[in-house]
Structure formats: structure tokens, C-alpha cells
């Protein structure tokens, strides 16, 4: 923690990476705000800690914010951890799992963000302010009426101890403000660099403790980051406005800071802000519609923050590696979702290729088909089979659950008349393949299965070869279009195409 201030007075990112190793164990941590569920902006923050946490040794902190008592969701604190464990980035401390700095959940710590208070309150640097809500309310109108920014007029600065005392004894009801030093100093950000902002030229005194005895974000952020020995904060850009003001409650508490880097806005592609309202953005939603982890981080660390250079396909071991926080820039990352089929094809075609990851996958998809084929059960060198032979072309593993392949699961049902139509050599076809298919019962690949096929219905006199194809893909499918031929046949294994293609033609 010691060089944490050095570092953070030097900011010199060159030394930040220089001396790594002799800041072990670095603390790190990110804070997530409770008032809704984890969606991209949040995970790529959170991911952003991790990834520099681990880069560096250091913990992974994840503190819940829970002292703003009307904006809380039941359940919001559990949905966020769980998306992080599922996206892979587990915090290596937080509410679940603990640490030796817990509590983890800021309503827990009221008796810290006290004690912080009361050593404002003695010092000086913190006051008790008894206006009312009807006297802030005009202030504030008054200030609208001047077209100007409404900020508090810091009267209660001024009052004597006595009239404190007297305005205690009657019971009245009271905040605690923080007394803004004016000439607050500059700061150096990891990602924005030299950073000045005379807070209270601008601002009122700001509360730091509300009436009902919780903290407000400042005072609580600033405690637990000192009381949990964070060495540094990455968060989102919209804090940096606040941070000369932690520091300054750093500066009047006595305490060294830690080092900020204040990472630039997520926005949508055509820069307009990502809207929570729209739903779409929570990482629960893409989840439920079956996108693989892998294709989350590696779409919101494509945009342009924090690597050289961007590529689809990065795993997150690449991802720790590649990292590096001197490249993240402070021009606002611009997400395309509409690129996330091809991340997601990509990803998924890395988990059907590595073993441990296939077998997840086929767990997953057979637990999929239980719930929609009721009582069928797909064994797992089935699934294994089609899911390599689909590689590349599936974008999610709930594709195969589309009527598009449906005929993987369930035996399609054809019209001979349809058959018929199609080829008056119908029959001749069914035969032809069977044959075909009895010869290649031990011993085939997808290469020779399509060479077979063609060299032997290419001879027909009267059907071409497309339309021999076309027939035969109705006959294993029912459908008109699809995987080719012979994938439908591998997928299907040999005995199954064997009994549609008789079924159909040769009876
Ligand atoms: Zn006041």
C-alpha cells in the first residue's frame, strides 16, 4: 500500500507496471451499483478490474452499495455475483464468498462511515447542517429562477457550537456535510491524465451522512476503500467529476488514496448511450437467449479500450494477457451488437473443439432437449457427432433446437407424393444409397460419403444430381434446405438414414 501513494502522485503508468511485483498483494476492486442487475456497461467494468487484478496479483473486490435504502432490489446483489461467476470473472472477495476486509455490503458498515464522520465533526472538516427540506427547496427554485446551477449555500458552516447544541437539544433533525477546501488540487488519472476540478467554486458543502444515518456514496466509498487497503479504483467515467472531492475527504481524513483510472462510457455504435430501460442490455438476457460467456467479454474488450489491436476470438487467459491499461483510451467505446453472431459463432466453434468445454455443451443441449422432447433422451456421442459436424456454422448451441433441425431429433414425416413428383427413379435412388450406406457402415468421412454419393447418382438416366439430392434431403429431414447431404447422414448415423431412406423409397 505504501508505494500505492508514490505511484499515484508520480502517475507514471511506466513505473505502474515497472514495480508490479514489489507491490504484492495489490488490492483492486470494483463496486457495483444495486439498484439494478449486471448489464454490459457494469460487466465490462468489472471485467476491466479482474482483468488488471490479475495481470498484476492482485484481489478482485466486489462491495455492494446498498445504503441508498429506496433504490434497493431484492435479489439484485445475488443476480450480480451470479453473472460474474458465470461470465468467469468470479470476485475473489464479496459478499458470498467473504475476506478478511468484510463485511462486504456497505449497509453493514454503518459503524466505520461513524467513526469517519466523527473525526470530520472533531477536526473540523464536517458539519451538522439542520436546514429543511422546504429551505433547500427554495434555495433551489430560487437558483432555477436565475437560470443558474442550484447549489447549496453552505449556511450552516457558520453556526456557533452553542447554537449546535442548543438545535441538538430540541431533537431537530440533521445531515453532516463535508467542508469543500477551496484550491482542491489536481490529480493524475490512469486513463485521463491530469485531471483539475475546483469543486467548491462549483458545488455546495456536499452530505456525506444523511438523516437516516447512511452514508452517501462519497463517504462510504472513500471508508471502505482505505478500511479494505484498495490500492486501485476502475471505474466508470462518470465518477471522475467526484473524485477530486474523495480526494479531498482523503486529505481531510489523514489517509493516502488510492490510484484511479476512470474508464471512458460504453455506448452503442452509433454513440448514443446504452439504455437500461431497453432490457436488452442486461447480461441475464443474453444468458436466457444461450450466449456463450467467452463471446460477452470478448465483444465489449473489442471496442476499441485497453489492447492493441482488435480481433474476434480472444479467450480470457489471452484477455489477462493482452491487457494493458496504458492503452485504454479515454475516447468512448462504441459496441456493435450486431457483431455479436459472428463472436458467438467463433467461440462457440472453439468450445465444440476442446473436449472439457464439448462435454458442457452436450450437457447443456441434452438437458434442453429433455425439456422439449419429453421423455427422449440423445446420448452424448450423438450430440458429440452432430455438434462437430456443425462446427462453424451453428452461431448458438439453441439453434439445433430450431424446427430447422428438428429432424435430428424426431423422424420427419414425407409425402410420397412429393417423393414422386420429384423423380420417377424414386425407387431406384432408395436402393442406390442404401447400398451405399451399407458400405459405409465401419469406415467413412464426410469427403468420401459425398464422393460415393455423387460418382454412383450422377449415373441416373433420369433424375440430375441436384434433384437426387434434393429428394434425399427431404426423405432425412423433411425439409428443403439445410446441411448437406451426407452431414445429414453422418449426424444421423448410418442405421437411421439406412431405415429413412427405406421407409421412404423403398417400400
Ligand atoms: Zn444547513
Redo the contacts with the bound molecule.
Keep these: 500500500m505504501k508505494k500505492m501513494k508514490e505511484i499515484c502522485g508520480a502517475g507514471n503508468l511506466q513505473s505502474l507496471n515497472g514495480i508490479t511485483g514489489s507491490m504484492n498483494p495489490q488490492r483492486h476492486f470494483v463496486e457495483l451499483h444495486m439498484e439494478s442487475f449486471l448489464h454490459l456497461g457494469g460487466l465490462r467494468t468489472a471485467l476491466y478490474n479482474y482483468l488488471f487484478a490479475k495481470k498484476h496479483g492482485g484481489n478482485f473486490i466486489l462491495r455492494l452499495e446498498d445504503t441508498d435504502r429506496s433504490r434497493l432490489v431484492p435479489g439484485a446483489a445475488d443476480g450480480i455475483e451470479d453473472m460474474l461467476e458465470w461470465a468467469g470473472i468470479p470476485p475473489d472477495e464479496s459478499p458470498r464468498r467473504g475476506g478478511l476486509f468484510g463485511p462486504y455490503e456497505q449497509s453493514q458498515r454503518l459503524s466505520l462511515y461513524h467513526e469517519a464522520v466523527q473525526a470530520l465533526l472533531e477536526s473540523g472538516s464536517a458539519y451538522r447542517?439542520?436546514?429543511t427540506p422546504q429551505r433547500l427547496e427554495l434555495i433551489k427554485k430560487e437558483a432555477l429562477r436565475r437560470r443558474q446551477t442550484p447549489r447549496?449555500d453552505n449556511?450552516?458552516r457558520h453556526l456557533t457550537s452553542a447554537q449546535v447544541q442548543e438545535k441538538l437539544a430540541q431533537n431537530l433533525p440533521f445531515v453532516v456535510?463535508f467542508q469543500l477546501p477551496s484550491g482542491a488540487h489536481s490529480f493524475q488519472d490512469l486513463v485521463f491524465g491530469w485531471t483539475h476540478h475546483d469543486v467548491a467554486s462549483v458545488e455546495g458543502d456536499p452530505v456525506i451522512l444523511k438523516g437516516d444515518g447512511f452514508p452517501t456514496y462519497h463517504l462510504a466509498n472513500v471508508v471502505d476503500d482505505y478500511k479494505m487497503a484498495v490500492s486501485h479504483v476502475l471505474r466508470g467515467e462518470e465518477w471522475l467529476i467526484s473524485t477530486t472531492k474523495h480526494l479531498l475527504l482523503y486529505r481531510a481524513l489523514g489517509w493516502r488514496p488510492p490510484a484511479y483510472a476512470h474508464l471512458p462510457l460504453l455506448l452503442n455504435k452509433d454513440g448514443s448511450k446504452l439504455s437500461k430501460r431497453q432490457g436488452d442490455i442486461f447480461i441475464q438476457h443474453f444468458v436466457q437467449r444461450g450466449y456463450l460467456p467467452d463471446a460477452m467479454l470478448d465483444i465489449i474488450t473489442n471496442c476499441g479500450s485497453g489492447f492493441t489491436g482488435n480481433q474476434i476470438g480472444r479467450t480470457l487467459p489471452e484477455l489477462i494477457e493482452q491487457y494493458n491499461l496504458q492503452s485504454v483510451s479515454t475516447h468512448s467505446a462504441l459496441l456493435d451488437l450486431d457483431k455479436l453472431p459472428e463472436f458467438s459463432r467463433v467461440h462457440l466453434s472453439r468450445w465444440i473443439e476442446g473436449a472439457d468445454m464439448r462435454a458442457q455443451l452436450v450437457a447443456r443441449l441434452q438437458t434442453l432437449l429433455r425439456e422439449k422432447y419429453k421423455d427422449a433422451t440423445f446420448d452424448r456421442e450423438y450430440i458429440e457427432r452432430i455438434l462437430v459436424l456443425r462446427k462453424g456454422h451453428l452461431i448458438l448451441l439453441t439453434d439445433l433446437l430450431s424446427p430447422d433441425y428438428s429432424y435430428l431429433w424426431v423422424r420427419p414425416s414425407v409425402q410420397q407424393e412429393d417423393l414422386h413428383r420429384l423423380s420417377s427413379e424414386a425407387s431406384e435412388i432408395g436402393s442406390l444409397v442404401v447400398q451405399i450406406l451399407h458400405k459405409s457402415r465401419h469406415d467413412t468421412s464426410l469427403e468420401l460419403l459425398s464422393r460415393e454419393l455423387k460418382s454412383h447418382l450422377q449415373q441416373l438416366k433420369a433424375t440430375k444430381y441436384s434433384t437426387s439430392m434434393q429428394l434425399l434431403r427431404l426423405v432425412l429431414s423433411g425439409i428443403k434446405k439445410g446441411p448437406s447431404v451426407a452431414e445429414m447422414m453422418l449426424s444421423l448415423g448410418v442405421e437411421e438414414s439406412i431405415i429413412r431412406v427405406q421407409k421412404a423409397l423403398c417400400s
Excluded: A, L, P, T
Aim: some cysteine; charged content about 30%.
Design positions: 447542517c439542520f436546514c447549496y449556511r450552516c456535510r
